[in-house]
Each structure stands twice: as C-alpha cells, then as structure tokens.
C-alpha cells in the first residue's frame, strides 16, 4: 500500500516539476495549463488554484518554491511531516501550489489554514480548508467564510450545501432552500443539494416545487420522493 501511494504522489510531482523547466526553455504554456488543471482535480473541485506558474515574470521564484518543496519534502526524505519545521512556513509563503501540497499532510490542522487563508484570502480552497475544519466549534465564522467562497466561485456547489446547512441550523429557511437550490443545481454534489430543497420545501407545504427538486436528483432514491408526493397528492385530490 505504501508503494502505491507513493507512486501516485512521484508522479503527481514529476507531472509539475517538468512545468517549471520546460517553462523556462521552451514557453510551453499550454503544459502549464494541463498542470494547474491537474491541481485542481488533485485537490478537489472546490480549490482555486492562482499559483502563478504561467507567469513568465515568477520563474526564477516557482523554482525556487519547488526546490524547497523537493528539499522537504516528507515521502521523498521519508520522514515525518514537521508543521514546525522552519520551511513549512517558508513554503506558505513562498508557493499556493506548495501550500496545497503541505495540506496534503495536515489536512485537519487550522492553525496551518488559519496562516494560509491570511496569506490566500482570496483562494476559495484555503478558504474551505478552513471553514470545513472550524464548522464545528466556530460555525459563525465558518458561515462567513463559505458565504466568501461563494462570492468568489459562485458555481461551487458543495460550498452552496455547507452555506445552506448553517442558515437552516439558525432557523433562516428560505435562504437555506436558496442554498440548497444553488447547490443542486451546480451539480449537487453529496446528493443533498436537490434532496434539502426538496424537505424543506415539503415541510413548508409547497409541495409542487419538492417534487421539482426531488426529481432533479441523480439518485434514484431521492427521485423516489418525486413519486411518493405526488401520489399522496393525488390521493387526497381522486
């Protein structure tokens, strides 16, 4: 099992050091775009990613961001990850890329995405490292900063379902059915988007509207809501 994640994680990295260098030579800016694209997969669709790889002016200082990395590194060096060690802190500031790389290993560490989101205020995927991990103890501030992230990606539809989870939790029912109506349909996510639509429309009586997002759902166990109203419906109307 080893052997295997460290080989996805070698060729992820060998995917983007090539980057750096064919950069530098050749310009190659459409490869640069398949790297960042491949972040984004990497690290989830919520991320943003604005490392600026492409920018022919930062050359000199993504490659030096990623020897960094490389001399860091924990698989490569096999050793413990460190948030301690003074080149996390070098690297948060150095490179957004390598800030996501560094969340790879300390994925519930807040005080860590408490520093990135300082540095990256504006990177909707700092942003919800850090609300996910705070939600819990802190949900007003985690509220605000889904709101932000959905300022800033207004099609992030699993920060729409996290946005509408907190306003309904504070009684807000018809922003959360906003929510959860954005969030179903940017491609529902978790399959709760459409789904909470359609409950708290059901409970409020507006029973045409539930079955509307019941049936938008991709599970065939949600759409079944759709059915099941519309046949008491017409059980109360012959």
């Not at 919520?46 to 490392?51: G, T």
């Not at 992230?149 to 996290?162: D, K, M």
Request: include cysteine; glycine fraction near 4%.
């Amino acid at each position: 099992m080893k052997k295997i994640k460290f080989s996805i994680y070698s060729l992820f990295i060998l995917l983007i050091l090539p980057v750096f260098f064919l950069e530098s030579l050749t310009g190659f800016f459409d490869i640069n775009k398949i790297a960042l694209r491949t972040s984004r997969n990497f690290f989830g669709k919520e991320s943003q990613i604005v490392h600026t790889i492409s920018d022919q002016n930062n050359i000199s200082n993504n490659l030096s961001c990623h020897m960094k990395w490389l001399s860091f590194d924990p698989v490569i060096n096999k050793i413990f990850f460190d948030k301690n060690d003074k080149a996390v802190d070098e690297l948060l500031n150095c490179s957004l890329l390598h800030v996501y790389f560094i969340r790879i290993f300390a994925p519930a560490d807040m005080e860590l995405a408490q520093k990135a989101s300082v540095i990256y205020p504006e990177d909707p995927g700092i942003l919800f490292w850090l609300a996910d991990g705070i939600e819990k103890d802190n949900p007003d501030q985690a509220e605000q900063l889904f709101r932000r992230i959905v300022e800033l990606q207004p099609y992030n539809g699993r920060a729409w379902h996290r946005l509408g989870r907190l306003v309904e939790q504070r009684g807000l029912f018809s922003e959360a059915i906003s929510c959860y109506h954005n969030s179903c349909v940017n491609n529902d996510p978790g399959n709760h988007g459409c789904l909470n639509a359609g409950r708290l429309l059901e409970q409020e009586g507006r029973y045409e509207e539930a079955i509307y997002y019941y049936s938008l759902s991709r599970l065939e166990s949600i759409r079944a809501n759709a059915d099941r109203l519309e046949a008491e419906l017409s059980s109360q109307n012959p």
